[in-house]
């Protein structure tokens, strides 16, 4: 549904605010573009939506080319830009009415859809305000809304859940995963790591115009943070000694009552450390894996990318 090759834009100062870009997202994924501000993610946007024209390389959306088919791109295609662009005269109901008209909605189509969305969203009670009285949440989900207006098959969000507050976020990324189970494909471009963790398939990172890292959450963790690692707790001190470890498994670290593994292949390796402690007659309460966040995964790969150390 999305698909880049080389994708890069220069500008006239020979900055390069993207370089390089190749993705490749399919129907019904979710991909979390993640990198700090200035980082090319606005830029990469405004290609594959037709409104910049790249400087090399090519995109696909909705299996049109940016550059040769920028019309149909736009009517396929639905924006949540950092910088919603609201018309403040305009009260709610008319501002969706009025993108529901260029986007070539019919009258009855244009008011069922305005109204599911007001009503979705929140703002049916204010609909008739003029978007300059509403408040910053209620501006970001008018603005959502109108990406909306034409029911588009690709969705592409720059900070979709900015100013909101925790009730209207939680909606905003149900209604997220609802449209991808309707084989939409969406971009985010957020901040909020915790978010991209709870909602994307795919994850790229980008600095300074370049896809540093890209592949799914698990794949990240493995190449950042090496393998998966275990936790036996048991129910009181107990010393299993010298433990003999199956191929494929390292003792990381001991306690009087927990012990914690470096594992390979957990599938395989996984019930043989369980025998292995069991056998002994250890006092296992629980054996789980231990949690690794995306956000270990960003933060180590920004260091690693300027030069610094680390610190988990």
């Keep these: 549904m999305i698909e880049t090759n080389d994708l890069s834009k220069q500008y006239n100062n020979d900055f390069w605010a993207v370089d390089g870009v190749t993705l490749n997202v399919q129907p019904g994924q979710i991909l979390a573009l993640l990198g700090q501000n200035g980082a090319g ?97 209620m501006k970001q989900k008018l603005a959502l809304a109108r990406a909306l207006i034409h029911d588009p098959s690709v969705l592409l969000l720059d900070e979709p859940t900015s100013a909101m507050d925790p009730e209207s976020s939680r909606l905003v990324r149900d209604e997220i995963a609802r449209l991808r189970s309707s084989q939409r494909t969406i971009i985010i471009c957020t901040h909020n790591l915790a978010e991209a963790e709870s909602l994307a398939d795919y994850i790229a990172i980008i600095y300074r115009g370049r896809i540093l890292l890209k592949g799914t959450l698990d794949e990240l963790k493995r190449a950042v943070l090496g393998p998966v690692e275990f936790e036996a707790k048991f129910a009181e001190p107990f010393d299993v000694g010298e433990l003999e470890l199956p191929e494929g498994a390292a003792l990381v670290s001991r306690s009087g009552t927990s012990l914690r593994f470096r594992v390979e292949a957990p599938q395989m390796v996984n019930p043989r450390i369980v025998h292995a402690l069991t056998s002994r007659k250890a006092p296992l309460v629980s054996f789980q894996e231990v949690p690794r966040k995306l956000e270990q995964v960003y933060l180590k790969t920004m260091a690693e990318a300027q030069g610094v150390t680390y610190a988990a």
């Design 41 to 137: 993610k606005t830029t990469t946007v405004r290609m594959l939506t037709a409104l910049l024209s790249p400087t090399r390389g090519w995109a696909r959306v909705a299996g049109y080319d940016v550059t040769k088919n920028p019309q149909e791109i736009r009517s396929s295609v639905g924006v949540l830009t950092e910088q919603h662009g609201l018309y403040m005269r305009m009260t709610g109901i008319e501002y969706l009415d009025f993108f529901g008209k260029v986007y070539g909605l019919s009258p009855v189509a244009r008011k069922t859809r305005s109204e599911y969305l007001l009503e979705y969203f929140g703002l049916a009670e204010a609909a008739k305000r003029r978007s300059g009285e509403y408040s910053k949440g």
